[in-house]
């Protein structure tokens, strides 16, 4: 379906043409006119499937400027905030509808001045409840609530927090909620907070006919940052994201490879969140080829053109190694999951490969530079301490 074909505000798409947003996506497709129609919807649906604008278009056409606050959506992670942010900001700008993002780890106050101007709140719990405790928002009037990334608020342990968020809304309100999976948990609260919903899911987002997934069996584990340069460096044509189990093992990471000439940068929970932003920015604007990140990375984020995504630790999970590749062979392009395997992660690459739909496979060895791989640095003796 075409976005002309939709009831929606002309300036809206207008927006779109700009956008060069023509056809709609599968998830758009079903919840547009069911959201627009007043229901309350859950969407499965993958980042990347276009599920922002699958609430954002609707939200922005029901919604009166002059009527304060009355939208709020809670996401699970900083960069989500500003993300989702950034796509109400950009196509409610011209109808005169004000959006704000509120997060933890920066100040309050300026929050607290704009939230007072604001149409619509995207928000994460913690950072939400602060302004709650303090007062300085008031819920009252907000009509649509989104849960955004559901089942990931889950994981992180939001829930309570997310409850009593809900708790400060009034009862006759639309409710929407996103999420990657549809687990037996969102199922639960979905039948507890909405209203009849319509449950929407869509294809996997991921190409995997276009996904070429395999794994390097490496014996030596001093080998594995070497390997990884050469594969960089030799393998590598487009945009990479290196994910690491650790903030530490991310920063270690990412250091080294600058030292051998790699443009990449780090993202992590335990940075400022003027850093975290400034990595991401580099790397959509091409400005670095390699995104070094904890799992913090994995979800969410609509980072373009990425050709591959190396997996430096192996994730735990066949869920959390699908949420990791699904960064890549996005929208008809051909994407590469490498995995680095030491004898350390045997454990969770087994759990990996009990998922019978992956099929990973063992690729050939080649030869490679041994380079150097420092671990950390001594100040007392002012050198840097070298692991290989």
Do not use: W
């Not at 997310?162 to 639309?174: A, S």
């Not at 549809?182 to 987002?205: C, G, M």
């Not at 994995?298 to 190396?310: E, F, N, P, Q, T």
Request: aromatic share 8%.
């Amino acid at each position: 379906m075409n976005f002309e074909n939709i009831n929606i505000n002309t300036r809206l798409k207008s927006k779109l043409n700009e956008f060069k947003f023509k056809d709609m996506t599968s998830i758009q497709e079903k919840c547009i006119p069911e959201i627009l129609d007043g229901k309350d919807v859950v969407g499965q649906a993958e980042t990347g499937s276009g599920k922002t604008l699958a609430f954002c278009l609707p939200i922005l056409n029901m919604i009166n400027p002059n009527n304060g606050l009355q939208v709020l959506v809670l996401t699970p992670t900083r960069e989500l905030c500003i993300q989702v942010n950034g796509v109400f900001r950009d196509f409610g700008r011209h109808l005169g509808i004000k959006a704000i993002d509120i997060y933890g780890g920066v100040s309050i106050q300026p929050q607290i001045r704009e939230i007072r101007n604001s149409n619509i709140v995207v928000a994460t719990p913690g950072r939400l409840l602060d302004h709650i405790g303090r007062r300085t928002i008031d819920l009252r009037n907000i009509r649509f609530l989104i849960l955004d990334e559901t089942d990931k608020m889950l994981e992180m342990g939001f829930i309570e927090d997310v409850e009593k968020i809900i708790y400060n809304l009034q009862r006759d309100r639309q409710t929407l909620m996103f999420s990657a999976t549809v687990s037996e948990d969102v199922y639960r609260i979905a039948k507890k907070h909405l209203k009849n919903p319509l449950i929407f899911r869509t294809k996997q987002f991921v190409d995997t006919d276009k996904l070429n997934q395999k794994y390097y069996d490496i014996y030596n584990q001093n080998d594995k940052f070497s390997l990884l340069v050469h594969l960089l460096k030799n393998s590598t044509p487009g945009l990479a994201i290196v994910f690491c189990a650790t903030r530490k093992e991310t920063d270690i990471v990412a250091r080294n490879l600058r030292h051998q000439e790699i443009n990449a940068s780090e993202i992590h929970g335990g940075m400022g969140q003027n850093k975290r932003s400034k990595s991401l920015e580099r790397l959509k604007n091409q400005k670095i080829d390699v995104l070094v990140a904890t799992d913090v990375a994995a979800r969410g984020l609509d980072i373009k053109d990425v050709s591959h995504v190396y997996n430096y630790d192996v994730p735990k999970t066949p869920k959390d190694y699908i949420h990791r590749i699904g960064r890549t062979a996005r929208a008809g392009e051909n994407g590469n999951a490498v995995t680095l395997l030491t004898s350390r992660d045997h454990d969770n690459f087994r759990r990996v490969q009990s998922d019978g739909k992956l099929i990973i496979e063992q690729a050939v060895f080649p030869q490679f530079k041994k380079v150097s791989f420092f671990r950390g640095y001594n100040r007392r003796r002012k050198q840097y301490l070298k692991v290989s």
